[in-house]
T-cell receptor, first 113, second 114 residues
Framework: DQQVKQNSPSLSVQEGRISILNCDYT??????FLWYKKYPAEGPTFLIS?????DKNEDGRFTVFLNKSAKHLSLHIVPSQPGDSAVYFC????????????FGQGTRLTINP | DTAVSQTPKYLVTQMGNDKSIKCEQN?????MYWYKQDSKKFLKIMFS???????INETVPNRFSPKSPDKAHLNLHINSLELGDSAVYFC?????????????FGPGTRLTVL
């Protein structure tokens, strides 16, 4: 039962343009959503997160949008840079108890010069 | 200055052997986790400890036994290794109450069982 889904395994974007990565979830008990970036042979590194009481959070070039009614979130990167090429994971955590993260399967983003 | 470190980075072993992976964090966090990334690239929680106490155990075979000697360390011991145990294992830590809810991950240990 995959509660967090990233339906695009890969995405290719021109440098300087906007990258949009999508994520869907099924569990309405999730109350916090996070995006992680992962380079090969390294651990995931935190990018940005959003609480379920918000619909947008921005940090520099990164913006996360949350649509609770559609159970959908997206990560916008603008402008995209070559160093943004990595695998991006969407994750969610549930209120109460231990904060385990439930991850999507990742989207490989490639920024072309 | 490494925040979450794991040893070894690579581990190649035969089926049936017993092996351990060590994790240490110097962030002063109370909670530590083990995640497994399988061949399909899914990252899944295995265990979590808070101040040396087990708080999450996600239906992992009892061949896997986590041990937390203190809140800065969480080790993973695996008995009778099987081919399906081949994966990348990530350790992570967090501080409950962090506004971002983020967890800090180690670099991973790639385990290959032959």
């Amino acid at each position: 039962d995959q509660q967090v889904k990233q339906n695009s395994p890969s995405l290719s974007v021109q440098e300087g343009r906007i990258s949009i990565l999508n994520c869907d979830y099924t569990n309405s008990m999730f109350d916090y959503f996070l995006w992680y970036k992962k380079y090969p042979a390294e651990g995931p590194t935190f990018l940005i997160s959003i609480s379920s009481i918000k619909d947008k959070n921005e940090d520099g070039r990164f913006t996360v949008f949350l649509n609770k009614s559609a159970k959908h979130l997206s990560l916008h990167i603008v402008p995209s840079q070559p160093g943004d090429s990595a695998v991006y994971f969407c994750a969610a955590s549930q209120r109460g108890g231990a904060q385990k993260l439930v991850f999507g399967q990742g989207t490989r983003l490639t920024i072309n010069p | 200055d490494t925040a979450v470190s794991q040893t070894p980075k690579y581990l190649v072993t035969q089926m049936g052997n017993d092996k351990s992976i060590k994790c240490e964090q110097n962030l002063g966090h109370d909670t530590m986790y083990w995640y497994k990334q399988d061949s399909k690239k899914f990252l899944k929680i295995m265990f979590s400890y808070n101040n040396k106490e087990l708080i999450i155990n996600e239906t992992v075979p009892n061949r896997f036994s986590p041990k937390s000697p203190d809140k800065a360390h969480l080790n993973l011991h695996i008995n009778s290794l099987e081919l399906g145990d081949s994966a990348v294992y990530f350790c992570a830590s967090s501080l409950p109450g962090l506004a971002t809810h983020e967890q800090f991950f180690g670099p991973g240990t790639r385990l290959t069982v032959l």
